[in-house]
C-alpha cells in the first residue's frame, strides 16, 4: 500500500504540468495551489503524517456512567407478546383464560398484544375495554403488536395511551413515527426481526428487540444475529423474548381448531422474559426491559440466567446485565449465575459472546446453583460488550407438555454488560 501512495504525487505532479499551458494564469495559480495540497494529503498520508479522524468515532466517553444498584430491586416474569381473541386469527383464547393462565404457572407481568390492524388501531376499545382485561397479582402492561405493511412492532406502556395515534402513521417516514412514539412516551419493541413480517422500520426508533420468539428457539438465529449488528454499532438495544401465542386449549372437542394443538407446544411463557425492576409495578417493568436488565428462559420453570461483573476485583458484583460503565483498563471479574430448579446432576454450558463473536465454551460448576467465572480486561478506547448464552437439560413444563422437546437443550439468555456505549447516542 505505502509503495502505491509513494507514487501518486508525483504522478498527479505531471498532469498538473502538462495542463498548466493551456489554462489561464489565475486559474492556473489556483488548480496549482490545489493540486498541490491534494499532493501534500496524499503524500502526507503515505508517511502517516497526516491522521484522519471520524468525528462519529467511537470516543472515550467523557461522562461518567455509573451502574444503578444490583441489590435493590426484585426479579419478575412475563410474557410480552400473546394473542387473545380480540386478534382475528387467534382462538380458544379470551382474556380471561390467558390473565389466569399466567397466574396459575406464577408470571408476575403479562402484555397481550393483539394486532391493532384487526380493530382499526381501536386498541382501547377492544382488548384494553374487555371486561375480563383485569388482574389482582398479574402485573398487565397496556399494548399491541402493531401490524404494518412494514413488519411488526409490539408496544409496551405502564399505562393507556393513544394507540390510535401510532396507527394512524404507520405508513409515514420513520422521523416521524420516531416522534409521534416520544411523544405518546411508549416503549417500541421490534418483533420476529428476520423473516416473514420482519421489523423494516429503523432500529432507531425501538428501546428492544425480540431476539427470541416462540419455542421454536432454532429459528432465531438470523434474530440474534441482527441484535449483535446492532449492538456492535453502539445501539444499546435489550433483547426480549416473546410467545406470539395466538391459540389455546379448547374446553370441549367441538371448539378444537386445526391450530388448537400449537397451544400444547407454544403458550404463555415459551419463552419467558425476566426483568430486574426495582418495584413490583408496570412502570419499573417497562424501565428495566428499556434499561436492559433482562434475561430470557425457555419457560417459566426453567432456570434464570443471571449475568454480573466485579470492576475492581472485590469479589463484590458491581454491575450487572443492561448497565454500561466506562472502561478503566484493569481487568474485570465476570460471573454468570443460574437460579431456580436446578437438577443436582444437570451439566450446564456458557458461551460467553464477546462484540458479536465467541469468547469462549464454558462449564458451569455442578450444584444446586451453577455458575461460572472469568476474567477479561475491556479496551479503554472504544465499545465493548459481552452476553452469554446458556444450555443444558430441558426444564418440564407440564402446562404446555411438549414445549420442553421443541425447545431443545436452550435454557437461556442474558442481556449485555457494556463497557464505553454513548449513554446520550
Ligand atoms: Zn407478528
Ligand atoms: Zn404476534
Sequence with gaps: MKQQHGSKPQSIHIIHQDHAATISTPKRQHLGKLLAAVAICISGAAFGQVARVNPWAPSNANTPITAASIINGVWLKGDLHVHSRHSKESSNNPVAKIVAFSKSVGMDYLCITDHDNHVDGDVAHNTWADPDFKSESVLLLYGAEWTTTRGHGNVFSAKPYDHQQLYDVRDQRDTLIGRVKNKLGIHLSANHPSGKDHFGYSYDIIQSLEVWNSVLWSKNAEAIMIWDDMLSSGRKL????????????????????????????????????????????????????????????????????????????????????????????????????????????????????????????????????????FTDTPATTGRTYYRVVVEGPPTAYPQVPQAATLNGNMVGLSNPIYFNFDPKF
Design 238 to 373: 435489550t433483547g426480549r423474548g416473546g410467545s406470539d401465542a395466538h391459540h389455546g386449549v379448547p374446553e370441549t372437542p367441538e371448539q378444537a381448531t386445526p391450530n388448537s394443538k400449537q397451544a400444547q407446544a407454544n403458550y404463555v411463557g415459551t419463552p419467558t422474559t425476566w426483568v430486574f425492576a426495582s418495584a413490583r409495578t408496570s412502570q419499573a417493568v417497562i424501565n428495566a426491559l428499556t434499561n436492559g436488565r433482562v434475561s430470557i428462559s425457555s419457560n417459566p420453570y426453567a432456570p434464570r440466567v443471571e449475568f454480573y461483573a466485579d470492576l475492581n476485583q472485590d469479589n463484590k458484583m458491581d454491575m450487572m446485565m443492561g448497565d454500561n460503565v466506562k472502561s478503566t483498563g484493569k481487568p474485570v471479574k465476570f460471573r454468570v449465575q443460574l437460579t431456580g430448579n436446578i437438577a443436582d446432576t444437570a451439566a450446564y454450558t456458557i458461551k460467553v459472546i464477546k462484540n458479536g463473536g465467541t469468547f469462549g465454551t464454558f462449564q458451569a460448576t455442578a450444584g444446586k446453583t451453577p455458575y461460572y467465572e
